[in-house]
């Protein structure tokens, strides 16, 4: 597939989009019904409906019961660790495997033409980024995923918090089910501009930005705190009067989803036709300019709204540059 007919290469091999990121229409033509159904669409699948398969098979097949999740054990907590690293080995793994592994579509639409095995480095661990970045996402990025999870399900079992039924509030929670990318978003958004206050990134959030080219294994190679706040996206549902499958499908949006943002190619090709789209450039941009672009695919144009969003266009660059000059000159005022 020719990539060249979607975006160019700059000298140094990186390759950008043709097309910049847009925020949802909705947000200047709400009553533009057409362009719902493609909104919609584009919505639901992929990735949401996958992150809704993972979630049901967790619920029909991997969940221990509620009896058994009423009382705090190591022998549940560990075998939910172990279906979350297996089911993160599996599909991080195998877009590991071809695609940073095996490179089968080589450097096609990918946005650094670095892999992170050429670039060794002292910040990581074995200064290896793809060792670093596998071993921090089962020391800390899943314990504290699997932590939210456990401490949510023992919630419900124990009817801690209220547990609405679907046949008796169907519209309710179908709402809070459609909702559950809105919150992902508000809530990714404001977690991760706080741990930017500069304090807080160099203790928290800097361990994830070590990798400035993210691959998969970036994704969740996270500090224990940050992994907390970003998981901690779930415990909403044990304040908005939700049901615990609602709350996994939450979860599992935020882990299985955060590959979204370090796949590191704008799309992956499955075969000679079809491609994926990845929707890592938004913040792909984010690892490489560090203080855009703090939310997700700008559903809620938070990025917007605060004068950090940038879609990859000389415009948004010229603006990045000039709000970074002003804040250099700000500093040097002060001295
Ligand atoms: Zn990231
Ligand atoms: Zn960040």
Redesign the pocket.
């Known amino acids: 597939m020719d990539d060249l007919q979607y975006g160019t290469r700059n000298k140094r091999g990186d390759w950008a989009p043709n097309t910049h990121p847009q925020i949802p229409f909705f947000w200047s033509k709400p009553l533009d019904l057409g362009k719902w159904v493609t909104f919609l669409v584009g919505y639901v699948w992929p990735w949401n409906a996958f992150h809704m398969a993972v979630t049901l098979i967790y619920w029909n097949y991997l969940l221990p019961d509620f009896e058994t999740m009423k009382t705090l054990s190591w022998g549940w907590a560990l075998w939910l660790y172990a279906v979350n690293g297996i089911g993160i080995f599996a599909m991080y793994g195998s877009i590991e495997f071809f695609y940073y592994w095996k490179r089968r579509q080589g450097t096609r639409f990918k946005y650094n033409s670095k892999f992170p095995s050429e670039q060794p480095s002292d910040v990581f661990w074995f200064k290896s980024q793809n060792i670093d970045n596998f071993l921090k996402s089962y020391v800390y990025g899943i314990v504290f995923w699997t932590l939210v999870e456990v401490l949510i399900l023992w919630s419900f079992a124990n009817h801690y918090v209220p547990w609405l039924d679907w046949s008796a509030h169907p519209v309710w929670l179908a709402v809070l089910l459609l909702a559950t990318p809105l919150i992902h978003e508000v809530h990714f958004f404001t977690i ?1 501009r706080i741990i ?1 206050i500069p304090i807080l990134y160099k203790w928290v ?1 800097s361990l ?2 070590n990798s400035v080219n993210p691959s998969p294994w970036s994704s969740l190679s996270m500090h224990p705190v940050e992994t907390f706040l970003y998981h901690g996206v779930a415990f909403w549902h044990l304040v908005l009067f939700s049901n615990p499958l609602i709350a996994l499908f939450q979860l599992n949006m935020a882990g299985y989803g955060a590959i979204n943002g370090h796949i590191g190619f704008d799309k992956l090709e499955l075969n000679d036709e079809t491609t994926l789209d990845s929707h890592a450039y938004l913040h792909y941009l ?1 690892h490489k300019y ?1 203080e855009v672009n703090y939310g997700g695919d700008g559903l809620i144009p938070l990025d917007q709204w605060f004068g950090s969003w940038h879609d990859g266009s000389k415009e948004a660059q010229d603006r990045m540059e000039a709000r970074y000059a002003a804040k250099v000159a700000r500093l040097n005022a002060k001295q």
């Open positions: 991760h930017h959030h994830h930005h984010h560090f």
